[in-house]
Structure formats: structure tokens, C-alpha cells
């Protein structure tokens, strides 16, 4: 497996990646552009955009929020430095962590802004995860799904226009656009990206028997799942509505977002430590983000948010390489005992279905098997068993046959999704 020069990711990795000939990541060579940015004149044109939508009696922007630090920053920015009468709006999917509900549950007293919190049925969310998780093998399937539609939908009905989303994933971690793209939000990056190709016609139980998954059915109709049904193309246009980034037009760091806002509005981190990453202030709206639904990530490709966090404090200066290859060492592996019992529970799931479930994702790219073990290069060079396989005979030959056939040239993963685009329906995936 090869792995950045400078930062700790690896080329199979969840996002878009490529090396230039020093062996430096998409994601690395696009944080060196940010350092040579004039953000003065990024904010003064952040100021025209914004102008423009300005509204004398009227919502002038809607900012999707979770309540973590970067919401709060970007209500920050919206009301103290653009001066913007904005609407704030929430998907809430029902796990967040005891500060993350303090957090979400203030902004509209520290900010007295508007703000609506769209929280679906616990019975659905329940079985949203079981589903997610056993098609896709990740149970956060139905946030993604959420954060990107609530949003457009609430944009729709109430007529705002203009939302303001904060920095964009693929871009900021695996430098998928430059800063020059000035990249906007797209029904193609919700549907093909956040989403990975299924709506939520997908998982009700018709789309699963259209799947070929009709053992999957949960229930679900079409009336089940309304907050996850995007707005039509007639409608978007009657509105106009444009999503834009804000870290293209600021510096965007989160380590100076939380001295920020712990400062000015009292945002408070996690006080109790997550299982596979060293840090207490992200993803405090889902306490299963960084436990199980993390844990898929090593499953599936070899790394988790310990990687992730490092990468970023490695472009920001404020680690070293050899410090975040001991992050990886560390946590990137880390079976999260204490969210898994909770996510089991939670979602009614039996231990050893997950076990086998986890298997049937692995990255043939990513993973061996020697000795019943699940086995993979390690970035620090050597080479480690990852426990028990959990797969049945045929199914461990069948994972040994793919493996083989990508050494010889194949990449049957790849070409799976590729097929699964291709069959949907171009209106599907029309740009917002
Ligand atoms: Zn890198």
C-alpha cells in the first residue's frame, strides 16, 4: 500500500486521492495552496456574494448546523462579520452526545437566530441503520442522506435561496478541488459522494427488491421517508437555490473554530474521551460517528479518523508525520467495545451478525488473509493480523478470488460502483 509522503493517508483511501511524483497526496498539495491565498480579498468577495442575496424583510441565508464548533463559527461569521439575518436548520439524528445536545440546543440563544431542528421517527432511525449497515455497511447512511436534503428542502419552503455549507470533505481532506474551482454544492455530490449512489427510493422495500436485497425490507414506504426526498428540479430553479462553501472564502481551520468558540459562545467539547481518535471536539452530534460507524471505515480500507485527524494536524503544522503515524498505531484499529455494546442495543443488531457484515466489506485492495486472520501493511511498515475472519468458506474463497484477480490488473470494486452510477437515472443525478 502506498501512503502520503507528508501527511499518513493511504492511496485506497474512502475519498479521491492521487500523488504527484514526490509521493505528496491531492489533499496536502491543496492545503499548500490555501497558505498562498489573499484571504483579504477572498472575504471582501464573500461579501459581494452574500450581497446579493441580501433581503429587507426576509431570511438572507440558511445555514445547515449540526452544533458542533464549525456550525457555531459559521453562525459566527454569518451574523458578526457579514451581518446576515440567517435561518438556521438541523437534521437530528438522534445520538448525539450529552454536550452536542447542549451545544445545538443554545444556538439560538447565543446567536438569536431562528431555528429548526427536523428529528425523523426513533422507530424509522432504528431501522435506517440496521439497513444502512447491512447494504452499504454504514448505519450513518440515513445523515449523510439527511444533512444534504433537510436542508434543501427547508430552502425550498421557506424561499431562502442561499445556503452556506461550511468546508467541503473531499476537497479539504483529499484535495479532490482546488481553492480556484470556487466549488458549489451539486445534486451530483449528495447523490454520487455524501450518499455513495442510493436515494431513498433505494431502501424502501420496493427499491430493495429492485436491489436484488428484498431480505433487506424493513417496512418502508415512500411516506416513511419524507425528509430524505429531494426537492425536483422545478422547484429548485423557482427558488434559485445556490449552496457555496464557506472555506473558500476563509481560512478555514477547525483547532482555531473551537478556541474560538469556546471563547465567545461557551461551546462546550466532549467531556468523556472516543474510543479511536484523540480528539474531544468533533463529531459531537453523533456518537456513533467516530465508534462503529468509524470503525467500518478500518474494516473497509485500512484506516479510520485517527488518520483523518492526523492528516489534518499535519497540514496545519501542529503535529508531526511520525506523531500521527503513532495516532494510527494507536487507534486506527481500535474495535470501539463501549459503542459497539450501545449500537447493537440501540439498533437491536446481534453481535456476531455484525461481525460477519463488517467481513463482507472488506477492500480486497486493502486486506489478505492468512491463518483464519485478517491481515494488512501497516504505514509504519511492517505487517499485522486484525483478528478473526468471520466469513463462511465459500465466501472466504470467493474474497481470495477477487483479491487475486486485482493483482492481476483487475479492479472489480471500482467497477461495481461504476456500474451501479450508470444504471441510475440521469435526472437523478442532475446538477443542483
Ligand atoms: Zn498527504
Redesign the pocket.
Known amino acids: 500500500m502506498k501512503y502520503?509522503?507528508?501527511?499518513?493517508?493511504p492511496a485506497a483511501s474512502a475519498m479521491p486521492l492521487s500523488f504527484n511524483e514526490d509521493g505528496?497526496?491531492t489533499?496536502?498539495q491543496v492545503a499548500d495552496q490555501r497558505r498562498l491565498i489573499d484571504w483579504d480579498s477572498r472575504l471582501a468577495q464573500f461579501h459581494r456574494v452574500v450581497d446579493e442575496y441580501r433581503c429587507g424583510n426576509d431570511y438572507d441565508i440558511l445555514i445547515p448546523v449540526s452544533g458542533g464548533k464549525d456550525s457555531y463559527y459559521q453562525v459566527h461569521l454569518a451574523t458578526k462579520v457579514l451581518n446576515l439575518k440567517p435561518l438556521l436548520v438541523t437534521y437530528h439524528a438522534n445520538n448525539f452526545v450529552p454536550e452536542g445536545e447542549y451545544n445545538l440546543q443554545r444556538m439560538r440563544e447565543v446567536f438569536d437566530c431562528d431555528h429548526l431542528i427536523l428529528r425523523p421517527g426513533e422507530g424509522m432511525l432504528k431501522k435506517m441503520n440496521r439497513l444502512g449497515f447491512r447494504l452499504q455497511g454504514d448505519m450513518n447512511w440515513h445523515s449523510h442522506c439527511g444533512i444534504f436534503t433537510v436542508p434543501i428542502q427547508v430552502a425550498v419552503r421557506y424561499n431562502v435561496p442561499l445556503i452556506l455549507w461550511g468546508e467541503h470533505g473531499f476537497m479539504d481532506l483529499a484535495g479532490m478541488y482546488s481553492y480556484d474551482d470556487f466549488v458549489e454544492f451539486t445534486a451530483k455530490f449528495r447523490l454520487e459522494h455524501a450518499m455513495r449512489g442510493y436515494d431513498w427510493d433505494d431502501l424502501t422495500d420496493e427499491g430493495l427488491t429492485r436491489l436484488g436485497r428484498p431480505e433487506l425490507a424493513e417496512g418502508l414506504e415512500e411516506k416513511d421517508l419524507k425528509w430524505a426526498q429531494y426537492p425536483s428540479d422545478d422547484e429548485l430553479d423557482a427558488v434559485g437555490v445556490r449552496g457555496i462553501y464557506t472555506s473558500n472564502f476563509v481560512p478555514w481551520d477547525s483547532n482555531r473554530h473551537v478556541e474560538l468558540v469556546m471563547k465567545e459562545y461557551g461551546w462546550r467539547p466532549s467531556v468523556e474521551p472516543f474510543e479511536r481518535t484523540y480528539r474531544r471536539f468533533s463529531s459531537l452530534d453523533d456518537r456513533h460517528d467516530v465508534g462503529v460507524h468509524d470503525y467500518l471505515k478500518f474494516v473497509k480500507f485500512g484506516y479510520g479518523r485517527a488518520s483523518d485527524h492526523s492528516?489534518h494536524d499535519?497540514?496545519e503544522g501542529q503535529l508531526s508525520r511520525s506523531e500521527g503515524i503513532e495516532h494510527v498505531r494507536r487507534l486506527d484499529h481500535v474495535k470501539p467495545v463501549k459503542d459497539l455494546a450501545r449500537w447493537l442495543e440501540y439498533a437491536e443488531f446481534d453481535a456476531d451478525e455484525f461481525d460477519h457484515t463488517c467481513d463482507s466489506f472488506r477492500d480486497p485492495r486493502v486486506w489478505n488473509i492468512k491463518g483464519g486472520k485478517w491481515v494488512k501493511a501497516n504505514i509504519w511498515g511492517t505487517e499485522s493480523d486484525y483478528g478473526d475472519v468471520c466469513l463462511s468458506a465459500a465466501e472466504t474463497a470467493a474474497f481470495i478470488e477477487r483479491r487475486d484477480q486485482l493483482k492481476e490488473g483487475g479492479d472489480g470494486q471500482r467497477n461495481d460502483l461504476k456500474r451501479k452510477r450508470n444504471e441510475r437515472a440521469p435526472e437523478a443525478i442532475a446538477a443542483l
Open positions: 502520503c509522503s507528508r501527511c499518513v493517508y505528496v497526496c489533499g496536502c492528516c499535519i497540514r
